[in-house]
């Protein structure tokens, strides 16, 4: 299930707090999950900067249907290297949300998002950046796609038959108007027409 975190849709995976490359997400020996190529200093300490890389548009983040199904919710922490052209070209999981599933679409997400670098003297510049990824599922009852128990999809479905059965009757009536108006224009276009 793919969603823009910017969307209120019920089911969101949400951007903690603000913050392409090409590589496939691996597991490391240690069990640790990443993407690219670790670049040296990475664990080190980092060179302050004036601006820190943050995220030029909103993450795209999958919410993977296994997990919305077993009801899966955590917060992964993706650490990541922005290069200074913007492109993360480095990420492992600093912290996991307790479910590979979630980890795997929270490192995807960050991975392929859009950055701008950080600047360093006004120059863009490398930078190592710590994004948490939240996934949440809705727990208002009143949301469209919020977990449902049978009682409550059957009156969902009662309101949408008397709903369809109303826009039905409607559509009805209004072809019937619709028929009388051309019959009543045919009436009067007849009269008009002399008698031949």
């Known amino acids: 299930m793919r969603m823009n975190v910017m969307l209120a849709a019920g089911l969101a995976a949400v951007i903690c707090s603000s913050l392409s490359a090409v590589s496939p997400l691996h597991a490391q020996q240690s069990g640790e999950m990443t993407f690219g190529e670790k670049p040296s200093g990475f664990d080190g300490t980092q060179i302050p900067t004036d601006d820190p890389p943050k995220l030029a548009r909103q993450l795209d983040v999958a919410y993977p249907d296994s997990a ?75 949301e469209w796609d919020a977990p449902k128990n049978r009682d409550e999809l059957r009156e969902d479905i009662d309101f949408l038959d008397k709903t369809k059965q109303q826009i039905d009757e409607e559509r009805r009536a209004l072809e019937e108007e619709i028929r009388r108006l051309k019959e009543k224009m045919r009436k009067k276009e007849a009269e008009k027409e002399p008698a031949k």
């Open 68 to 142: 919305v199904t077993k009801r899966l919710q955590g917060i992964a922490v993706v650490a990541v290297y922005i290069d200074k052209h913007g492109n993360p070209s480095y990420g492992e999981l600093q912290k996991s949300s307790g479910h590979e599933t979630l980890d795997r679409a929270a490192l995807e997400a960050v991975k392929n998002g859009y950055y701008v670098p950080a600047k360093r003297d006004g120059v863009p510049a490398g930078s190592r950046v710590t994004v948490p990824v939240e996934f949440k599922l809705p727990t208002d009852a009143n």
